[in-house]
Structure formats: C-alpha cells, structure tokens
C-alpha cells in the first residue's frame, strides 16, 4: 500500500509504545505477566497512589530507573535513529515510554509525552531535572533544594507533555506511524484518528493486532526488530 507513495512523504509522525523496548527486556504493561499484572495502576501510577504511599512509588520508580542500566537499545531503535539522520523531509518522533533507549540508540529529537524515568519533577517549584540516582532518600531538589522530588512520569488523570505540539504535527503530517502500543491509553490511543482526519496514511507496526488496528489504512503484525528496520529502509529508498 506504501510503496509508490513514500516518494510523496514529506512529513512522518512516529508514535512509539512499550512493545519497541520489549526486545531490549523491559517488560511492556499489559502483557501476561507485565507491569500492570505486577503492579496496581491505582497504587504506582497515579497522583492519589502517591499521596497514599510515597515509599512504595518513589520505590518503584527508582527500580525501573535501576534497572535501565541493564538494557540496551535494539535494532527498532537504531533504524529510527537513522531515519531522524537520513530522511529528508520532516520527523517527529514521540514516545510513550520512559525509558531512555530511543536517545541510546542514537535518536537527538525525542519528545516523551509521558515524561522520562530519568527525570525529577519538583512538586514545590515544579521544575523538571534530569535525575539518574534514587529519589526515595528525598534528595533536594537542585533548583529550589526543596526535598519534594517526584518521577517526572505522566500519572492516570494527568496532561502529557507537549500535547500542542503533537496535535500541531497530526494536523499535517502526510504518515502517522504507530509502533509497539496495544492503544489503549488516551491521549496516545487516538492520535490515528486525528491524523486520518487530518488526510495522513496509518500505519502500525505491533506483534499483534492492537486494540485501535482497524483504524488504520495498513497494519503489519510482527517484531519490532524487524519490522521497524524493514520499513525504514522503505522510506530511505523511495
Ligand atoms: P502496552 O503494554 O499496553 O502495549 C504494548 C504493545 O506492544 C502490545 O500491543 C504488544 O502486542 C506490543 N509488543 C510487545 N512486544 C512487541 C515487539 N517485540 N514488537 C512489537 N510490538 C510488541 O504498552 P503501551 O501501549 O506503551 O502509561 O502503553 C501505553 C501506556 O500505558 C504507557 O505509556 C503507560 C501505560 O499505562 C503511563 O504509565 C501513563
């Protein structure tokens, strides 16, 4: 369905989940035996949770900060890192995730409309920081010293970054492309729709059908080690 009309691609929204690291070992959400399987949304991944139990969500988060160093960007990552160098029109590459692997695998533009693990956001002064250490010891904060660090990570009930900016892009884009995300988190989830609405070919590259696959003019069904470098290389030759 592509072929043919990658030559008139000038401009390409990439929406990335946690299926693009799942190769590189962190675990994707809502697998068997994923992260929400292990862990409560309610408890770790919300504004009230953390009010209820601090420990228990600064904790989780230091782990999954942790356990970064112990991974390592997979060729999905790589092929997009060499899309952002290569291609000549315009890219915009936002992520879900919030890990660090898109950067390490060579990426410079990468907005994370979810936030990013290595990050602090301080609930006094609300700056964000970059952060690589643990935050269940209430280090300051290094912009106001307040000791009222939190993860710099989206919550359930809580506005993704750069939300204008991203809905900017959906508005002309000429191909949205969806990789690694069962879409069903909104505001991510309905991206396709507004970048149809807006006149842009779909694509999703996912291991399986995704909740949102109809919506899409092309799905292809796989891993993302091997679809994301094959598909680049479509847009590279065109
Ligand atoms: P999910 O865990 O919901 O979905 C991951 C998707 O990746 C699934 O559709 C899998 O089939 C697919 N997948 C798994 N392995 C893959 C592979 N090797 N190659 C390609 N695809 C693969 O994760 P997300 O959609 O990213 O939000 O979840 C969205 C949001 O829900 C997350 O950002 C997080 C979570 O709650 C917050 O915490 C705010």
Redesign the pocket.
Known sequence: MLEGLMAEIGRIVILT????S??SGID????AG?L?EQHR?EDV?TPEGFARNPNLVLNFYDMRRAALANVAPNPAHSALARLEREFSGELLLVT??VDDLHERGGSARVLHM?GELKSALCTACEMRSPWHTTMIDRPPCPVCRAPTLRPD????GEMPYEMGRIYRALETCDLFVS???????YP?AGFVQEARANGARTLE????P?EGSRCFHETRH????V?VPQWVEEVLDA
């Open positions: 989940g946690a299926g693009i799942a190769e994707t959400f809502r697998s994923g929400w949304v991944a879900q995730n979810h990570v989206v919550w359930f990789i690694g995300t069962s879409g069903a988190v991510a590259l996912n291991l399986e995704s796989g891993p993302a080690s679809l």
